[in-house]
């Protein structure tokens, strides 16, 4: 199976912005809507927010709203997540995938395998 490739993480000081980015070199999914989702050692991986095939539409959890914005290229095939006024809690490490939306656009299905993710580090 084609694997996404994220990359763009590192570390920030809080208040501070990273974007990053998630490649589909294969163009293996660019029919699908995408998502970002995160994960951290004491919690399970958990929904970030998604856009829509053709990018029109987007869905946030609620403690990125107004932070974090998603896009994406389709000439290029790649996925951003922009995330400004970032804060500790933020600190996880950062999947994309592909998704279906149909039975929910806040916990959708993913349907392509996960990646290695990006570490993205927040300090306080």
């Known amino acids: 199976q084609v694997q996404l490739v994220e990359s763009g993480g590192g570390l920030v000081q809080a208040g501070g912005s990273l974007k990053l980015s998630c490649e589909d070199s294969?163009?293996?999914?660019?029919?699908?809507?995408m998502a970002w989702f995160r994960q951290t050692p004491w919690k399970e991986r958990e929904f970030v927010a998604a856009?829509?095939?053709?990018?029109?539409?987007?869905w946030y959890t609620d403690s990125v709203k107004g932070r974090f914005t998603i896009s994406r290229d389709h000439a290029k095939e790649i996925l951003y997540l922009q995330m400004n006024s970032l804060k500790s809690e933020d600190t996880a490490v950062y999947y994309c995938?592909?998704?279906?939306?149909?039975?929910?656009?806040?916990?959708?299905?993913?349907?392509?395998?996960w990646g290695q993710g990006i570490q993205v580090t927040v300090s306080s």
């Open positions: 856009i829509s095939w053709s990018g029109d539409t987007t």
């Open positions: 995938a592909a998704v279906e939306l149909w039975r929910s656009t806040t916990a959708p299905d993913v349907v392509s395998p």
């Open positions: 294969r163009r293996t999914y660019s029919s699908y809507a």
